[in-house]
């Protein structure tokens, strides 16, 4: 291989991103240190008020990280002990975590072979007596099939809690995620699509009294100092987090719409290899944010491998299915129980995807690709 065509792409770039915008960035940052109003100071107020509307919701209570974000979200609806909630095998551990952080059981479900995500047509068999809640998870910024779900919880009177940490700004049936289910959560880590200079995260929601309980929640159980109604906790957004995140709002649809730009690339050059690499599959429903690009490919570690030695950076999302993993082995499934999710986890491949990537490096990507997969057929 020539020194010419070694590709040098690291799996996500944020220095990028920032300097794009750091005059900003800079300025936002000093006037918190300035004013000094460090907790719920007035950027988190008014990047709740920005969010909300971002979303298409009345509200949005900022919260110190996703995995928070969810278990708060649950507990506003006061589930529990004794209480199943149900998500989807093929997660970030994180979404089931923050279930069982609330003491109650998270219930599993297959992924959908197409979209990654949550297969609906699997929930009605696991709703039981004790199913208080279904969070399905806009797995790597495809949202879930919501109308399904939407309908079902209806049904056996379930709160939807939308599971949106990798799909700021997604649509589904042309609505943010986010406006679909009774509450969601994104986080605002910071390589998501909107992501603070540290851990972050927001619950939105349409219903005022669940975003009263949330502000009572992250905040000592205190609606006034000093005075406390719940058990609540210290989890609040912090306030220069809040800035920096108003800063790069404005810019999200844009950088989204430069991974959608990228992620067609891909999958136009990609589909010129023929039927051995799977490019990620766009439900008519779906206008995705593409927080990663996932291929399939039989020979995965080969080929990941081998990308790496060409100075390619990939990752795999996720390795290991929730169900398999020692935290839950609990939960009392094993190898099969969950077959899709399974052999997905041995075959996917998260390609390098973030707004600054150029089409060229995209090109190249794809071109070593071709070559590897050729090199390794015999
Ligand atoms: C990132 C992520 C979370 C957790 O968010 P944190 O802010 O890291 O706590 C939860 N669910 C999904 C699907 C995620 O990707």
């Known amino acids: 291989m020539t020194v010419e065509s070694r590709v040098q792409v690291p799996f996500v770039d944020l220095r990028a991103q920032i300097d794009s915008i750091r005059g900003d960035l800079t300025t936002a940052i000093d006037r918190v240190v300035d004013q000094g109003d460090f907790i719920l100071g007035e950027s988190v107020e008014s990047f709740e008020r920005e969010m909300a509307s971002y979303c298409d919701v009345g509200f949005a209570v900022g919260v110190d990280s996703g995995t928070s974000g969810l278990e708060l979200a649950l507990l506003a609806y006061d589930i529990g002990p004794g209480d199943e909630v149900i998500t989807v095998a093929n997660t970030f551990i994180a979404t089931v975590l923050a279930i069982s952080a609330t003491g109650a059981t998270p219930i599993l479900v297959d992924m959908d072979e197409e979209t990654y995500g949550m297969d609906v047509e699997q929930l009605e068999r696991v709703i039981g007596p004790d199913t208080k809640a279904i969070i399905p998870v806009h797995l790597y910024g495809h949202p879930v099939d919501m109308g399904p779900v939407l309908t079902l919880a209806k049904e056996h009177n379930l709160r939807v809690i939308e599971d949106a940490s990798q799909a700021h700004g997604a649509r589904y049936e042309g609505a943010r995620v986010g406006s679909l289910g009774d509450a969601a959560v994104f986080s605002l880590y910071p390589a998501k699509n909107l992501g603070a200079f540290g851990d972050a995260g927001i619950v939105v929601t349409d219903d005022a009294d669940v975003a009263e309980r949330l502000r009572l929640l992250r905040n000592y159980g205190s609606p006034q100092k000093y005075v406390h109604e719940v058990r609540g906790f210290n989890r609040r957004l912090d306030t220069i987090q809040a800035a920096v995140l108003r800063v790069k709002l404005p810019h999200l649809d844009d950088w989204n719409a430069k991974r959608r730009e990228l992620a067609n690339r891909y999958c136009e050059k990609l589909s010129e290899l023929g039927d051995r690499v799977k490019v990620p599959h766009t439900a008519p429903y779906a206008e995705p944010v593409y927080h990663l690009f996932v291929i399939r490919v039989p020979e995965r570690d080969d080929l990941a491998r081998h990308l790496a030695d060409e100075g390619v950076s990939t990752q795999v999302h996720y390795p290991i299915p929730v169900h398999l993993q020692a935290a839950y082995a609990g939960l009392g499934h094993t190898e099969g129980s969950f077959p899709l999710s399974e052999r997905a986890a041995k075959e996917i491949l998260s ?28």
């Open 351 to 378: 390609l390098p995807i973030y707004p600054e990537l150029d089409i060229d490096q995209v090109d190249r990507i794809v071109e070593a690709t071709g070559r590897i997969l050729e090199e390794t057929e015999d």
